[in-house]
């Protein structure tokens, strides 16, 4: 299973010498992401607007000349099962590819976020094996509800949210957490779950409609994160004015 996750190709390592990023997009895509809401007068599914937030993402570190080279993003969709969906690689490697996100199944965010710690410890062990630096590894998880899945579950996700914190702690990993539903108040459930995975970066609620500005906020934090030479630090005090 790990062969299958290796970039397609890393050459890029070797002739591209910037400082690499890491970033890992773990995004919810269960059954009920295909649920449509209005946004802007129109009835739009949750997941077309992920997409949508994508691409901005993508046009916004394509516009940085220092994170076109230098931010390797990879997808992971989750359902019952993650799955790949863009392995890392620059946005100088593939900036205008499809992202294919299909809605269906339960949401089981444990499992997902094992196998994205998976995934980016694994390129780190790349990167020392090509003898290239690299920033502390991102990793985003966006639901819009708490997690799902088959018979224990719950257990998994309770492991996943321990490593994870133990990662940050040890400085290795810096966790965003986003929550996409329409009701974070009220889901205690899904604010405690994704609370569980980070303590230095609170979890955002961000409504369908903003994904693609939170997006290119991300684009804009992790490069201002870098050039202060600390920790990826999300802070939403000017979200309303960014």
Known sequence: MADKYLAEDDLDLLYNTTKRIPICLCIDTSGSMSTKIEVGGE??????????GLKEFFTSLKEDNFLMDAAEVCILGYSNEPYLVRPFKTIDEGADEDVALTPKGKGDMGK???EALRLLEE?????KNAGRDYYQPCLV???DGHST???????TLKEAQTKALQMEKDKKLTTVGVFMGESWDEDQKAQKQLNGFAEKNPPRPVGCAELPKYFRFLSRSIATSVQSGGSYIFDFNDWENF
């Open 43 to 52: 009835r739009v599914k949750k997941i077309d607007k992920v997409i949508q």
């Open 149 to 155: 899945g088959d018979q224990g579950h719950e257990k």
């Open 112 to 114: 997902a976020v094992f």
């Open 123 to 127: 390129r780190k062990e790349q990167y």
């Open 141 to 143: 998880i966006i639901s």
